[in-house]
Each structure stands twice: as C-alpha cells, then as structure tokens.
C-alpha cells in the first residue's frame, strides 16, 4: 500500500495546518514555508495525485472554492498567481494534488 502524503494527514488531522477555508470537498491551508506574502495551498480532501487525474466536475467546483479563497485572503485586489504543479519533473514533492495561491511579491 503507498504511503499517505502529508496533504492526506492534513486533512485526517493528524498534521496540524492554518486553515483558510474548508468545505465539505476541500480544504486552503497557508503553505509553511511561502515563497510570497500570500501563499495559500488548496486541496481536494479526496486523494487525486496530480492534476492530469482530476475530475473534471470537482475542478468546476473546485473553481469558486479557489475564487473565495482569493477573496478572504485578498488576494484578488492585488493579483494572484495561480500554480499546480504535474509530475515530478515539474518539480512537483507532494503527490496529492494542490494548487499554490501566490500573491504580493
Ligand atoms: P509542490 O512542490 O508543488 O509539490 O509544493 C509542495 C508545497 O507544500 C511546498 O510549497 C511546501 O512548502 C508545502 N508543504 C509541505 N509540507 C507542508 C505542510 N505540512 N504544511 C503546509 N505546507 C506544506
């Protein structure tokens, strides 16, 4: 059996996070080591391991999550970068699928 990623434990609340925002589909957390003042991850609590093995129905409502998300935290006002990453090639290190919202440079 694989071994759960740390993503997976954060939702289990077995590893402890600052939580953003929580639906009953997904969780924003701020990442512990940002790389720009706002830098929130998003997750879906079921397990998908990257991007390209996503479902299309939960991005459409992974979409209004990720835009409140920018709401509360502000990040709207002042612009947002909006990163996932796929793979390991693309540098990817936690093999549960998030987005990185970046914002204020
Ligand atoms: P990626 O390289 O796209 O897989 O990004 C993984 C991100 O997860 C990095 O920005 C890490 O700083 C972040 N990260 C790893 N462990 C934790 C954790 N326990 N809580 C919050 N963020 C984490």
């Not at 993503?7 to 600052?18: A, L, N, Q």
């Not at 939960?58 to 409140?68: W, Y």
């Not at 502000?74 to 914002?103: I, N, P, W």
Request: glycine residues 6%.
């Amino acid at each position: 059996m694989r071994e759960k990623t740390v993503f997976e434990m954060i939702v289990e609340g077995k590893i402890p996070c600052t939580k953003v925002l929580e639906s009953e589909d997904f969780l924003a957390f701020n990442d512990i080591n940002p790389k720009a003042k706002i830098h929130i991850l998003i997750i879906p609590k079921k397990h998908f391991k990257d991007f390209q093995e996503f479902e299309p129905e939960l991005m459409a409502k992974m979409t209004s999550f990720i835009q409140e998300v920018a709401v509360l935290s502000g990040a709207d006002k002042q612009g947002y970068k909006l990163l996932t990453r796929c793979g390991a090639a693309a540098g990817q290190e936690v093999f549960h699928l998030h987005f990185h919202l970046m914002s204020g440079f």
